[in-house]
């Protein structure tokens, strides 16, 4: 089968930057949905998706603006659930189970939150949903983390060995089957 385009776009800054926002519901500053539309200026997709959070969802609705494309809204694209962490600050996590957590997502996961096998299994599943057709997704750093897991092969530590700052742009080469697979083929920060 023919690869296509695949392109991971991280949601841009949100109002309450540098915490652990999981499923917390906030908006996106104006420079975010800014950065997320011109990482993505030129990229001529047949398809826009996005997680259903609002950072996410506003990118999407802007990159969209003049292209005609409606995005699809797909909630297997949201971050990993970090449970009672959702929303805080990491420097208010006890630093130790914070430690752990980012030792083995999935034999420590917040308190109340989703496992890495979780996570992993929601973006599989939205992976296996994709059309053939240049396509991209706006969505959050541990979908993208996932995903690269899933499709280029990377372990779960080698995954926080790279920075996916807000606005972040993977761009990947993906052959689509049973076991879809990908090449990186840009990173655009």
């Known amino acids: 089968m023919t690869c296509f385009a695949l392109h991971l776009l991280r949601h841009g ?21 800014a950065a997320c539309v011109a990482q993505a200026d030129a990229l001529g997709v047949a398809r826009i998706v996005t997680s259903d959070l609002r950072r996410a969802r506003a990118a999407a609705d802007a990159v969209a603006g003049g292209t005609g494309l409606v995005p699809t809204v797909d909630p297997r694209w949201r971050e990993l659930d970090f449970g009672a ?5 990491p420097d208010a996590v006890d630093p130790a189970a914070l430690g752990q957590f980012w030792n083995d997502p999935e034999a420590n996961p917040p308190p109340g ?16 949903a994709l059309a053939p057709a240049p396509t991209l997704v706006i969505t959050h750093g541990g979908a993208i983390r996932a995903a690269l897991h899933l499709l280029c092969g990377f372990e779960q530590r080698q995954l926080w060995a790279f920075d996916l700052p807000y606005g972040v742009l993977v761009s990947l080469r993906m052959w689509p089957g049973e076991r879809p697979s990908a090449q990186i083929a840009g990173l655009y920060p």
């Open 13 to 33: 800054a949100p109002v309450l930057p540098g915490r652990l926002m999981g499923h917390t519901d906030c908006e996106p500053t104006r420079a975010g949905i």
């Open 113 to 128: 939150g989703e496992r890495w096998s979780a996570l992993v299994a929601r973006v599989s599943a939205a992976i296996g």
């Open 85 to 89: 962490w959702d929303g805080m600050a």
